[in-house]
């Protein structure tokens, strides 16, 4: 059976790479369009308080004006008021205290000795007392159906599937049915009538109780039946007239042409000629991104997995706009649209960052109310996104992030009310809610920046600066096993990061890097000279190929290391380069010099490469070779420094090591400028030293 390998999926990338750069796009724009909602969209925006630039606009239907929420509310509020509280009347119950009460008079009369032939007497009168209360109803008092300062109230009372309206003043508590019975049961026997009320309290219970299901279920049905509306807008007649105030009667009867219209539209229009306009959209929107990469970012066109990466924000990003859509979400507002130039300007970069930000804002504009608003909304927020969030570095920066998005949100909520209302008393302060939630659901960018590296292989500024610690396990191992490779890196990462700070680049990009450059150096460190603590050296009893051999080796070494302990390929490609494709010269003109009759095969002493191919590579490849043959000025002053920078960056350009890079030859007499400065200043503070000493 075949195995697949490990990194296959590479291969296919590699291998078809142009086809399936299309076929991502395509399917991007399926899985948009497939989703979005597929009536068309009403084309009139409006807002309460704004002029009417539109022509006049006349009803092409009949249509209910759909009455506000403040309205319908109050007429819940009033029509539940109106509902009386259901009381069901229990019969039944009597007879069940009748009996028990019969039985316990009898047993009571006999335990206080009292006269027999008196007991049918009392026992008839009390009994009537009682039927006749329980006949008239005993209630449960509910407070919470007082709806005034009396403590009595309406309610509906259920006999026999027979409603009438009673005030609980025209029947029983049980405090005020035990005081009627106590007025009415006489008995010149004091004891005998003490018994008697003893036992008709302990007898008395409601028989009117309060059916709280079946009081919800005409409440329910209530509101149910009241309608929405207030008045109808015939066919033909004049909704606004151009130029006129969007007021609160006519905003209203905009905004019910608008919901008749979607309604009609959903049952009317074809669908399938909207999801056509819908794939003309979003291809274009889409192809307009292709176009830019192809244009500006190469590198990222290039790469198959970093432009999955960005359709796939694109896509995630618009199926949530889908989905608040058709949940009916409160405020479309509740959607983090400002995670998008968050994560790309953190894994890219500030332009790619805006240009991405603003096509996914295009695109969502169709399919929101007031799309102006909301365009203004987000690509004002998104902006600010993008410049307060230049490089994470540090964690508080998320949040600082946030607080100026918060306030961007702010400001242009606060801008847009007072246009609308005219008042600071009129602005809904509960309306900015959704953005508050927004931007928490916003901090959401960080775990998805981790998430999005390991995916798909991306390295962004945080986890250079992991890289760049030199705590790191890898950089620790190599400190301890060759600490002058170790000192060499850290002067290399030094000299080539102040360089590409001023001519433009990634510094921390740079100074990774650098520090791993040498990593390869941990198998042999004896083998190089900076590592060796005596005058022998292990390479007198090698042949010169052989010593060459071992010395190019640290390149292959150095990238079998860092991809054991997973370093982006980002930092890799410093190692893969930093020699280029140069000649080991010392093991070179040594081997010419004591074997001229032999031939010789230049590979052999040859790095395997690539070239640099960025300024960053570029850089420190220089910065490299400059800070190695530093180490061999024997008497170091400003003029042997100017000559040895001088004499190795144009050995570079001489053997074509630097035309892959995008370094302009202004750029190479400021890096110049720029070593030359550090290696007096780090020489000459040397030198003082050692004067001092």
């Not at 509020?77 to 009996?99: G, T």
């Not at 460190?525 to 052989?546: C, G, M, R, V, W």
């Not at 980002?570 to 032999?598: A, C, W």
Request: charged share 20%; glycine share 4%.
């Amino acid at each position: 059976m075949a195995k697949i390998r490990k990194n296959s999926h590479k291969v296919l990338y590699r291998k078809y790479s142009s086809n399936i750069k299309y076929i991502m796009m395509v399917l991007s724009v399926l899985i948009i369009t497939t989703f979005l909602p597929k009536q068309p969209r009403f084309r009139y925006e409006f807002e309460k308080g704004t002029i009417w630039k539109n022509k006049d606009l006349i009803s092409p239907f009949s249509f209910a004006i759909l009455k506000t929420n403040p309205q319908v509310t109050t007429d819940k509020k009033d029509a539940l008021e109106n509902v009386l509280p259901i009381y069901k009347l229990n019969k039944d119950l009597f007879n069940v205290v009748e009996e028990a009460y019969l039985n316990e008079f009898d047993v009571k009369w006999r335990t206080n000795a009292f006269p027999e032939n008196e007991s049918a007497t009392y026992k008839q009168a009390s009994l009537k007392l009682l039927k006749s209360i329980y006949d008239k109803g005993i209630i449960a008092i509910n407070p919470k159906h007082n709806k005034g300062n009396s403590s009595n109230y309406d309610f509906s009372l259920l006999n026999n599937n027979i409603s009438k309206t009673v005030n609980t003043q025209d029947v029983f508590t049980v405090q005020t049915a035990l005081a009627y019975f106590k007025d009415n049961f006489n008995s010149v026997n004091l004891k005998i009538k003490e018994a008697v009320l003893n036992l008709a309290e302990d007898h008395l219970q409601p028989n009117i109780v309060f059916d709280e299901k079946l009081t919800a279920i005409v409440q329910a049905s209530t509101v149910s039946s009241l309608s929405v509306t207030r008045g109808m807008v015939q066919k033909g007649e004049l909704i606004i007239s151009k130029d006129n105030v969007v007021d609160d009667d006519t905003y209203q009867k905009l905004l019910s042409f608008k919901e008749a219209y979607e309604a009609q539209t959903k049952t009317i229009g074809d669908s399938k000629v909207v999801y056509f306009g819908q794939i003309l959209l979003v291809g274009f929107i889409v192809s307009l991104l292709m176009v830019f990469l192809k244009l500006f970012r190469k590198d990222i066109f290039a790469d198959n997995r970093q432009l999955s990466l960005i359709l796939l924000v694109i896509t995630t990003m618009l199926l949530a706009l889908t989905w608040a859509i058709k949940l009916d979400l409160p405020s479309i507002y509740y959607i983090p649209f400002c995670i998008v130039p968050i994560i790309i300007r953190i894994l890219f970069d500030t332009r790619l960052a805006l240009y991405l930000h603003l096509l996914v804002v295009l695109i969502s504009g169709f399919f929101v109310p007031n799309s102006f608003e909301f365009v203004f909304y987000q690509v004002t927020s998104g902006m600010v996104a993008i410049y307060s969030i230049r490089n994470l570095i540090k964690r508080e920066q998320l949040l600082l992030s946030a607080l100026f998005i918060l306030s961007a949100y702010f400001v242009a909520f606060v801008g847009i009310s007072l246009l609308r209302e005219g008042s600071f008393a009129q602005v809904a302060w509960i309306n900015f809610v959704p953005f508050i939630i927004s931007v928490l659901l916003s901090l959401l960018a960080y775990p998805l920046i981790y998430a999005f590296e390991k995916m798909f292989g991306i390295t962004s500024d945080v986890a250079l600066i992991e890289l760049t610690n030199t705590n790191n396990k890898l950089l620790r191992e190599l400190a301890f096993k060759a600490p002058g490779t170790f000192q060499h890196s850290l002067q290399v990462a030094n000299l080539a990061e102040a360089a590409i700070f001023k001519i433009g680049g990634n510094s921390l990009l740079v100074r990774a890097g650098a520090l791993y450059h040498d990593i390869g150096k941990i198998e042999n460190p004896q083998y190089f000279i900076e590592n060796q603590n005596t005058a022998l050296s292990p390479h007198d009893k090698l042949p010169y190929e052989q010593s060459a051999q071992i010395i190019i080796k640290h390149v292959h070494k150095g990238i079998e290391i860092t991809r054991r302990h997973q370093l982006p390929e980002s930092v890799i490609d410093f190692i893969r380069t930093h020699h280029g494709n140069t000649r080991v010269d010392y093991f070179y003109q040594s081997f010419l010099k004591n074997s001229p009759e032999k031939f010789v095969d230049e590979n052999i002493f040859r790095y395997p490469g690539p070239i640099p191919f960025s300024k960053e590579t570029g850089v420190l490849m220089l910065a490299d070779s400059v800070e190695a043959a530093s180490r061999s000025l024997k008497n170091p002053d400003a003029q042997s420094i100017n000559d040895l920078v001088e004499r190795i960056i144009s050995y570079k350009l001489e053997q074509n090591q630097l035309d892959n890079c995008d370094i302009t030859l202004k750029d190479i007499e400021t890096i110049k400028l720029i070593f030359k400065t550090m290696l007096m200043s780090i020489y000459h503070v040397r030198i003082d030293y050692q004067q001092i000493l």
